[in-house]
């Protein structure tokens, strides 16, 4: 059985507004084997398409390798956009050596909720994905049970937005209540092209453009959010 343990801690600074919530990276970035073009960093595989969004997005020319510098680049892009990253993984068992989400087992999530209550500017949670089974919107509505609280759904276009609502009794850092809302991204993952084919809005476009992709298609979602 292989301890897939998170090799990152959270990366949240104190004037934080928005979250990124995942799951867990590959394992060989908690074994330290890496791959050339893999940047020692959270979401760091070159075949994790989250900072290829946010490069075209912004044109910021990021480097893919080892180096400290593409660590700095990406650090360097959240701080000044007050960007966090807190999976809401910690640890997994697994049998089987991948990056599937499914095969994890003896999960032990983060406090997702005590992270929210140490940084009260945090008012945007995004997951890397919707609710399908052990992934992170999956996971956070369970951790919500855990303090009675719940998702409320405000928006069932993709991508899907939720808000919840931290009473003033559990955070204790304010004086009123306290909402938060989640946006359910569309997973950057090769196996949510097919549902994005299927979505009416990508045919539409599609029709219109036939060059246009599912990476231009998350690239148009993820560019409102970051």
Known sequence: MFKHKHPYKPFIKKDTTKLIVGTLPPPRFTTGQLLEKDVDFCYGSYYNSLWLFIDKIHNLGLRYDNSN??????????????????????CADREKIDASDLGMQ?????????????????????????????????????????????????CNEVPRIHKF?????????????????????TSGSGAANISISRLPLYKQLKSKNPDFNTFDFRVMQYREFF
């Open 69 to 90: 510098e593409a660590i700095e680049e990406r650090k360097t892009f959240l701080i000044k956009n007050r960007i966090g990253v807190c999976d809401i993984v910690d």
């Open 106 to 154: 003896n999960i032990k999530l983060r406090d997702i909720i005590n992270y929210l209550k140490q940084f009260p500017k945090i008012d945007t949670l995004l997951f890397t994905g919707g609710n399908s089974k052990n992934g992170p919107e999956y996971f956070f509505r369970k951790h919500l049970k855990t303090y009675n609280l719940k998702l409320e759904l405000v």
């Open 165 to 185: 609502v931290i009473p003033n009794e559990v955070s204790k850092l304010v004086e009123s209540n306290r909402t938060i809302k989640t946006v359910s991204l």
